[in-house]
Nanobody
Framework: QVQLVESGGGLVQAGGSLRLSCAASGSIVSASMNWYRQAPGMQRELIAT???????NYADSVKGRFTISRDNAKNTVYLQMNSLKPEDTAVYYC??????????WGQGTQVTVSS
C-alpha cells in the first residue's frame, strides 16, 4: 500500500490559485488517482479523478476551474485550482485506487479561501 503525502495548501484570496501535490511512496502507474475534499460539517466529496489512461473527470462544482494531472515518473499527482471561491475552503485529500491492491489516503491539506 503506497503512502500519500499532500502539500500545497494554504490561505488564498478569492479569485486566486493554488496547486496541490500528492507524492506517493511508490509507483502510481497502475492506480486511478483522486482528489477529495471535506468542508466542516460536510461529507467528503470526490472532486477530481485521473484514470490510468489519463482520462479525467470533475465534479460540477470545480469543472472549468480545477485541473488534475499526474506525473507517473515522479509518482505525483497534482490539482491546479484557479478562480478559487470561499466555498472551496476544505481539507483536500489525495486517494489512490491501485489495481489489485488496497486504496490509500493522504493525511489531507487545508485550503482556506478568504472573501
Amino acid at each position: 500500500q503506497v503512502q500519500l503525502v499532500e502539500s500545497g495548501g494554504g490561505l488564498v484570496q478569492a479569485g486566486g490559485s493554488l496547486r496541490l501535490s500528492c507524492a506517493a511512496s511508490g509507483s502510481i502507474v497502475s492506480a486511478s488517482m483522486n482528489w477529495y475534499r471535506q468542508a466542516p460539517g460536510m461529507q467528503r466529496e470526490l472532486i477530481a479523478t485521473i484514470r490510468r489512461s489519463g482520462i479525467t473527470n470533475y465534479a460540477d462544482s470545480v469543472k472549468g476551474r480545477f485541473t488534475i494531472s499526474r506525473d507517473n515518473a515522479k509518482n505525483t499527482v497534482y490539482l491546479q485550482m484557479n478562480s478559487l471561491k470561499p466555498e472551496d475552503t476544505a481539507v483536500y485529500y489525495c486517494n489512490a485506487l491501485p489495481l489489485g491492491a488496497a486504496p490509500s489516503w493522504g493525511q489531507g491539506t487545508q485550503v482556506t479561501v478568504s472573501s
